[in-house]
T-cell receptor
Framework: NAGVTQTPKFRVLKTGQSMTLLCAQD?????MYWYRQDPGMGLRLIHYSVGEGTTAKGEVPDGYNVSRLKKQNFLLGLESAAPSQTSVYFC?????????????FGPGTRLTVT | DQQVKQNSPSLSVQEGRISILNCDYTNSMFDYFLWYKKYPAEGPTFLIS?????DKNEDGRFTVFLNKSAKHLSLHIVPSQPGDSAVYFC?????????FGAGTRLTVKP
C-alpha cells in the first residue's frame, strides 16, 4: 500500500523545456490535487480533479495543464517552463464524501528551472 | 490575496510546556478547518480538523479551537515534545477550495 507517490522526486529544466509530473494513488480516492509550495507562501492550489475525466482550475493555474485519464493517476504538465515555476510540487488526494476534507499528500517533487 | 494567515513564522517552546499556534482567515464561507504537520523533505500529514459547527476538537495532546466571530483558530499542543518540531500549516476549506497558511515552524527544545 504505497499511498500517494510522485514521479520524479527531483528535476532540473531549462527555460522553455516541457515536462510532466506524475501522481499515482492506490487509495481509491475520488479527489486529487496539485499544489506548489514556495517560501513564505504556504501551499497554493494549481489544479484539482473531482473524479476521472474531470479537472478544474485552482488558485494559480497559469502555465500548467493537467489530465486525469485514470482514477488513480493525476498528471501535471508544464508546456514551456519558466524560472517562476521553480518550486516544490505536492500532489494530494481526498475522500471528500467521508465528510472530511482531509488530504493525503505525496512526498513532493522539487523542480528547478534555470 | 491571502485568505488564510499564520502571522508567526516561528515559535520556540520548552519540552513539556504548551505550544499555541494561531491562524486567521478572511472568507466566512470556509466550513472546515485543518492542521497539517510537515517534516523536511516530506509531504504534509494531516493532524487534526474541526468543522465550522464546532468550537473545539481534541485528539490526544492536540486541541483545535475555532472562534468563528473572530475568524480565528488555534492549535494547542500539550505537553510539547521534541518530536513535535516541524512546520505546521493551517488550512481552510469549502466544498472545492482549500487554502493554506504560510506555516509556522515549531521548535520544541529538550
Amino acid at each position: 500500500n504505497a499511498g500517494v507517490t510522485q514521479t520524479p522526486k527531483f528535476r532540473v529544466l531549462k527555460t522553455g523545456q516541457s515536462m510532466t509530473l506524475l501522481c499515482a494513488q492506490d487509495m481509491n480516492h475520488e479527489y486529487m490535487y496539485w499544489y506548489r509550495q514556495d517560501p513564505g507562501m504556504g501551499l497554493r492550489l494549481i489544479h484539482y480533479s473531482v473524479g476521472e475525466g474531470t479537472t478544474a482550475k485552482g488558485e494559480v493555474p497559469d502555465g500548467y495543464n493537467v489530465s486525469r485519464l485514470k482514477k488513480q493517476n493525476f498528471l501535471l504538465g508544464l508546456e514551456s517552463a519558466a524560472p517562476s515555476q521553480t518550486s516544490v510540487y505536492f500532489c494530494a488526494t481526498a475522500w471528500v464524501p467521508s465528510g472530511s476534507y482531509e488530504q493525503y499528500f505525496g512526498p513532493g517533487t522539487r523542480l528547478t528551472v534555470t | 490575496d491571502q485568505q488564510v494567515k499564520q502571522n508567526s513564522p516561528s515559535l520556540s517552546v520548552q519540552e513539556g510546556r504548551i505550544s499555541i499556534l494561531n491562524c486567521d482567515y478572511t472568507n466566512s464561507m470556509f466550513d472546515y478547518f485543518l492542521w497539517y504537520k510537515k517534516y523536511p523533505a516530506e509531504g504534509p500529514t494531516f493532524l487534526i480538523s474541526i468543522s465550522s459547527i464546532k468550537d473545539k476538537n481534541e485528539d490526544g495532546r492536540f486541541t483545535v479551537f475555532l472562534n468563528k466571530s473572530a475568524k480565528h483558530l488555534s492549535l494547542h499542543i500539550v505537553p510539547s515534545q521534541p518530536g513535535d518540531s516541524a512546520v505546521y500549516f493551517c488550512a481552510a476549506s469549502d466544498a472545492n477550495d482549500m487554502r493554506f497558511g504560510a506555516g509556522t515552524r515549531l521548535t520544541v527544545k529538550p
